[in-house]
């Protein structure tokens, strides 16, 4: 099984400022054939299901504002929310989709400071 | 606009049964793959299962390989998990969720219902 480590378990940041998540995969998730990396990143906030915010690592789910992006290829990857709003305090999953089982990361709890 | 409602969630006790519904609309629903992904309280993402958009291919997590079925009904657009020999540790939110591509299995999931809460508990 593909093992999903999110860096850090929370994290606090202050409006307007930069928040990044960190994503490790204990396997490479990039698929060669395609050049794609199989990795998601959602959303969750309290009492709601997650919402996908990235997929292939890098592509921004239609809606999403532009302020969250993906980066990363092979086992490390980020999601970097460029200016913190308010409404972005929830938890961070990513997922690998590369290969079954599908896994998850831990989550990652980002708040306001 | 998509939209996933599950039903069927509720209170059994170990060892019991529950079918769980998911009503889809908004999209094509024969032309998409099908999951479900649970959360256990305060918890964090399980993919459980997965069926291909014709039915013809399906897959399960260990931990509920034996004990729950998938299935779909294309012509009702319809989506369903059969659970069976329930545990404790089965206690979740379940949630219907659609793939992201259209006819091959990604596993990567574009829309969520809100989910049912199944607990099993005597």
């Known amino acids: 099984d593909i093992v999903m480590t999110q860096s850090p378990d929370s994290l606090a940041v202050s409006l307007d400022e930069r928040a990044t998540v960190n994503c490790k995969s204990s396997q490479s998730v990039f698929y060669s054939s395609n050049n794609k990396n199989y990795l998601a990143w959602y959303q969750q906030k309290p009492g709601q299901p997650p919402k996908l915010l990235i997929y292939w690592a890098s592509t921004r789910e239609s809606g999403v504002p532009d302020r969250f992006s993906g980066s990363g290829s092979g086992t490390d990857f980020t999601l970097t929310i460029s200016s913190l709003q308010a409404e972005d305090v929830a938890v961070y999953y990513c997922?690998?989709?590369?290969?079954?089982?599908?896994?998850f990361g831990q989550g990652t709890r980002l708040e306001i400071k | 606009e998509v939209q996933l409602v599950e039903s069927g969630g509720g209170l059994v006790q170990p060892g019991g049964s529950l079918r769980l519904s998911c009503s889809a609309s908004?999209?094509?629903?024969?032309?998409?793959?099908m999951h479900w992904v649970r959360q256990a309280p305060g918890k964090g993402l399980e993919h459980v299962s997965s069926?291909?958009?014709?039915?013809?291919?399906?897959y399960y997590a260990d931990s509920v390989k034996g004990r729950f079925t998938i299935s779909r009904d294309n012509s009702k657009n319809m989506l369903y998990l059969q659970m069976s020999s329930l545990r404790a540790e089965d206690t979740a939110v379940y949630y219907c969720?659609?793939?992201?591509?259209?006819?091959?299995?990604?596993?990567?999931?574009?829309?969520w219902g809100q989910g049912t809460l199944v607990t099993v508990s005597s």
């Open positions: 069926i291909s958009s014709n039915g013809g291919s399906i």
């Open positions: 908004g999209f094509t629903f024969s032309s998409y793959a």
């Open positions: 997922q690998q989709y590369y290969s079954t089982p599908i896994t």
């Open positions: 969720v659609k793939d992201i591509v259209v006819v091959v299995v990604v596993r990567a999931f574009d829309y």
